[in-house]
């Protein structure tokens, strides 16, 4: 089932970690591009070949219940990652530098973002396995499959 919601006549994004004990709102629009990104760091967040990822600012994002399941980790210096320890979903990051917007994960979405994939990036770092069949742009950045920088 298609789950749509509305306020005030704009688009909302919902969203939950898998157990949906964490539930949240976005009251705005995705920013910067959709990425795929195939950097070590989103495939070892993600638990999978590369993470889908976007923008959003941090006054557009409401955790609607579950907020005192929500955890963080410091993944690289003034970078924290926020996930559901009841779970373990990955929902977002932030950056001490830039705080109004969050590193989001597109894969906790409950709602269609109406948004497109805009472009592989990292692809240096991309799974052997993985093989990149559309036409988006290439970022080729990264370092190899195996190694962290």
Do not use: N
């Amino acid at each position: 089932m298609r789950r749509t919601a509305r306020e005030g006549g704009q688009s909302m994004l919902l969203g939950s970690c898998a157990c949906g004990r964490v539930a949240y709102e976005i009251r705005g629009d995705l920013v910067g591009p959709v990425t795929y990104c195939h950097c070590w760091r989103c495939r070892k967040h993600s638990g999978s070949s590369f993470g889908t990822t976007a923008g959003v600012r941090a006054v557009d994002f409401l955790v609607v219940s579950g907020e005192q399941l929500l955890s963080s980790w410091e993944s690289s210096p003034g970078v924290h990652r926020y996930f559901a320890t009841c779970c373990g979903s990955p929902i977002y990051k932030r950056r001490l530098e830039t705080p109004d917007l969050l590193g989001f994960r597109l894969g906790t979405l409950d709602t269609d973002p109406s948004r497109r994939a805009d472009v592989h990036y990292m692809v240096g770092s991309k799974a052997p396995w993985v093989e990149i069949h559309d036409a988006l742009p290439q970022d080729g950045a990264g370092v190899p499959f195996g190694e962290r920088d």
